[in-house]
């Protein structure tokens, strides 16, 4: 009440003097506090990164001790690799793999399409998206299989829901279900 009596007793003047000082030290707080903020989580990215590295540092080392193997020119990783006279040869391969999986594990693929991946580098990923229905065991037989076969190919998005019919109060919506998943995987492409 007192501070507000003195305010009160300054001429016109001062006050907009006492509200400019105001307003710079609130200034210059929220300046501190946001760069004390950004600090703070620079000093985090680089524990962070510290981490990190020592964990790849230990990795590296540790396979050192094991005394891993390296791929030599002797190695045959071609089977890794989807095989075609041509890109598009190679991408129809790449489907079909992926068309029987599904079909083995009892899915119902409802539509297969391809993916731009934008690149046209000698050893590009191929990518396709799937849309198919089934259980969920179906689903875990068939992710099982496309990831631990040859070719290669990896899981790289998968969204499940629920079918109309399993929205509409089935028992076992587990039974009933819709998944797109995509799919990438690497072949050689002849060079233009």
């Known amino acids: ?17 006492v509200a400019v ?28 990164a510290e981490s990190d590295y020592v964990l790849v540092e230990a990795r590296t080392a540790k396979a050192a001790r094991a005394g891993a193997t390296r791929l030599t020119a002797a190695d045959d990783v071609a089977p890794m690799f989807l095989d075609g006279a041509t890109p598009g040869l190679a991408f129809a391969r790449f489907q079909s793999i992926a068309g029987d999986a599904a079909t083995a594990a009892g899915l119902e693929v409802k539509r297969m399409q391809p993916v731009d991946t934008g690149d046209g580098e000698a050893t590009s990923p191929y990518r396709v998206s799937m849309d198919v229905e089934g259980s969920i065991e179906q689903l875990r037989d068939f992710l099982v299989d496309v990831e631990s076969r040859l070719p290669v190919m990896f899981v790289t998005g998968l969204e499940i829901q629920p079918e109309a019919k399993a929205e509409e109060g089935s028992q076992y919506p587990s039974e009933a279900l819709r998944a797109t998943i995509r799919i990438e995987a690497y072949g050689w492409r002849a060079e233009p």
């Open 1 to 17: 009440m007192k501070a507000l009596g003195v305010a009160g007793g300054l001429s016109a003047e001062a006050r907009k003097g």
């Open 21 to 48: 000082l105001a307003v710079a030290v609130f200034a210059v707080a929220v300046l501190a506090y946001l760069v004390l903020s950004w600090q703070a989580q620079e000093a985090e990215r680089l524990r962070q």
